[in-house]
């Protein structure tokens, strides 16, 4: 499966963006779905993941409460609402898919910049 994620931009601190990942070249629910991210200076980071059915998530413990990751897999799609975006969030997003049964995300989207101001 090939990976293409979109839907970062500039925002405000306080304000929300929708990203997506839409999957090509394969089956989709054969996968899980991760969201990564990396600020300048920094290394990637996880932020957070959805299993093959979406009926389990798990987020990072600074993006809870703030980022919902969902998928769509009649779409080839996953999502990740960002709300109450923060400075601190700014970032290249990319998004991941993991072998349903596997262990490690070897599968890479390009990475779409989320830029939040102050």
């Known amino acids: 499966v090939q990976l293409q994620a979109s839907g970062g931009g500039l925002v405000q601190a306080g304000g929300s963006l929708r990203l997506s990942c839409a999957g090509s070249?394969?089956?989709?629910?054969?996968?899980?779905m991760g969201w990564f991210r990396q600020a300048p200076g920094k290394e990637r980071e996880f932020v957070a993941t959805i299993n093959w059915s979406g009926t389990s998530t798990y987020n990072t413990d600074s993006v809870k409460g703030r980022f919902t990751i969902s998928r769509d897999n009649a779409k080839n799609t996953v999502y990740l609402q960002m709300n109450s975006l923060k400075p601190d969030d700014t970032a290249v997003y990319y998004c991941a898919a993991r072998p349903k049964y596997g262990s490690q995300y070897d599968i890479w989207g390009q990475g779409t910049l989320v830029t939040v101001s102050s």
């Open positions: 070249g394969g089956i989709f629910s054969d996968y899980a």
